[in-house]
């Protein structure tokens, strides 16, 4: 492992530069400054290679600035830049008919194209209501669906993303989700704790609290990403869309981390052979272009005009950077984020049974969570060794982003090839043993 001077001076006048700027809200971690990138690598305004096992947190499918990408926003920009969304294009068109084609469902899909995943997820808030004349709404803890007040609503990862802004929207009920690490309901007998998970909500939630007949939608995400990288039980995905059908309450997934190809297969969810009703995606649906999609079934989406709308809806170089995207993902790289995705977790489980700080190792494809702890019996979060490996990492040419309270999310970008898994998880066990000597855990 080669130790980096970093950050470098040019860095760090970048830095000076916008701490008189740019609001202080933003969550900045380690000072890591862009400067340009190819595929898995990138580079400092000081020279420094790093490899991206981040990829923006996990928009930048198909690495940092693929040539076809690039060449499809060039040639979308000498044609138009903007027309609104009171008009049509063909770029709108083929990415929605595409979209279609991909839906996680059978039935014809509709799609609605934002900016974000945040606005993708108050669409399909809206759209929920809409549909089904109910405002009520189940979510779960540790859940991120984004920071504007409908989708904050939802959001229960950390309590500081609510702290100063109440009252948020109301009629959301959170619940345990499916942690099996880590489980808070009781089982009974022969059930899996994702079904635990939605007996806890029928025979509690709708026993004590809310109708489930008054209940618009379940909004949940089929891997949690800011909460963890957290992978529910086999057993959750199809007992939630059996509940959700037996009280006529939309099952809406947000894959705006999870899906487009991250897991090996275009949504997560479709690891379980559960059709939701409303899909939300945007991170790598446009390979780092703002584009946001709420896609939901032909029979739900069937609010009349003038009910929802925006200015940027459709955007022509966002979309013909999601084009090309999808493209590639297709020709390849959805293949390749389950084939190197299974080979990186076999390594890690290697690298696991070496080192007693990792307590838990999970995921699926490219979307991979490393749970760090104190001790392995007891479970118990160590976020000071996550903290340090994050910047002792960065320190040594990797970057690497935290979530949950003490994980590692492995997200780079699906293009990734074994060497390039190789030559990361490398320097990731370097920092690894180097912040275990630092706590005394070695």
């Known amino acids: 492992m080669n130790l980096l001077n970093v950050p470098g001076p040019k860095a760090l006048a970048l830095i000076e530069r916008d701490k008189k700027v740019v609001s202080s809200s933003y969550p900045r971690g380690y000072p890591f400054v862009m400067e340009y990138g190819k595929g898995v690598e990138v580079w400092d305004p000081d020279g420094n290679r790093f490899i991206d096992m981040m990829a923006g947190i996990a928009v930048?499918?198909?690495?940092?600035?693929?040539?076809?990408?690039?060449?499809?926003?060039?040639?979308?920009?000498e044609k138009f830049l903007h027309i609104s969304s009171d008009f049509y294009h063909e770029g709108w068109v083929r990415l929605s008919e595409k979209l279609d084609e991909i839906a996680p469902f059978k039935e014809n899909a509709r799609t609605f194209l934002t900016n974000s995943g945040t606005e993708a997820v108050e669409t399909a808030i809206k759209l929920a209501k809409y549909h089904t004349k109910r405002h009520n709404f189940i979510g779960f803890f540790g859940a991120f669906h984004g920071r504007t007040m409908g989708a904050v609503a939802f959001t229960a990862s950390k309590p500081h993303?609510?702290?100063g802004f109440y009252p948020l929207m109301p009629g959301v009920t959170h619940v345990p989700?499916?942690?099996?690490?880590?489980?808070i309901i009781h089982r009974k007998l022969g059930e899996d704790y994702g079904e635990a998970v939605v007996r806890f909500i029928e025979e509690e939630v709708f026993g004590h609290n809310v109708p489930g007949d008054e209940i618009a939608g379940i909004l949940v995400e089929p891997i949690q990403g800011e909460g963890g990288y957290v992978v529910p039980p086999d057993g959750f995905f199809p007992a939630l869309r059996k509940l959700c059908d037996k009280y006529g309450?939309?099952?809406?997934?947000?894959?705006?981390q999870s899906g487009m190809g991250r897991t090996g297969k275009w949504w997560?969810?479709?690891?379980?052979?559960?059709?939701?009703?409303?899909?939300?995606?945007a991170k790598g649906i446009a390979s780092g272009l703002p584009l946001g999609a709420c896609i939901a079934r032909e029979s739900v989406m069937n609010w009349p005009k003038g009910t929802?709308?925006?200015t940027f809806g459709g955007n022509p170089i966002s979309c013909a950077a999601s084009l090309a995207t999808i493209e590639l993902i297709e020709e390849g790289y959805l293949a390749n984020a389950a084939e190197v995705g299974e080979y990186?977790?076999?390594a890690l489980y290697e690298i696991q049974a070496r080192h007693n700080s990792m307590g838990d190792v999970r995921g699926k494809g490219l979307m991979i969570g490393?749970?760090?702890?104190?001790?392995?019996?007891?479970?118990?979060?160590?976020?000071?060794?996550?903290?340090?490996?994050?910047?002792?990492a960065y320190e040594h040419g990797l970057l690497l982003l935290g979530c949950g309270k003490s994980v590692i999310r492995l997200a780079p970008p699906l293009c990734i090839t074994k060497a390039e898994i190789d030559e990361a998880l490398e320097i990731f066990e370097g920092t690894i043993t180097m912040a275990e000597k630092q706590q005394g855990l070695r």
């Open 60 to 77: 930048l499918a198909t690495g940092h600035a693929h040539p076809r990408v690039v060449k499809s926003v060039q040639a979308a920009a």
């Open 161 to 163: 993303y609510h702290r």
């Open 177 to 183: 989700f499916p942690y099996d690490y880590r489980p």
């Open 249 to 256: 309450i939309l099952l809406i997934a947000d894959e705006v």
């Open 268 to 281: 997560a969810i479709e690891h379980w052979g559960v059709e939701p009703d409303i899909v939300t995606s």
């Open 308 to 310: 929802h709308g925006n």
């Open 344 to 346: 990186a977790l076999d």
């Open 370 to 392: 490393v749970e760090f702890v104190k001790d392995k019996s007891t479970k118990e979060p160590n976020e000071e060794i996550r903290n340090a490996i994050e910047a002792i």
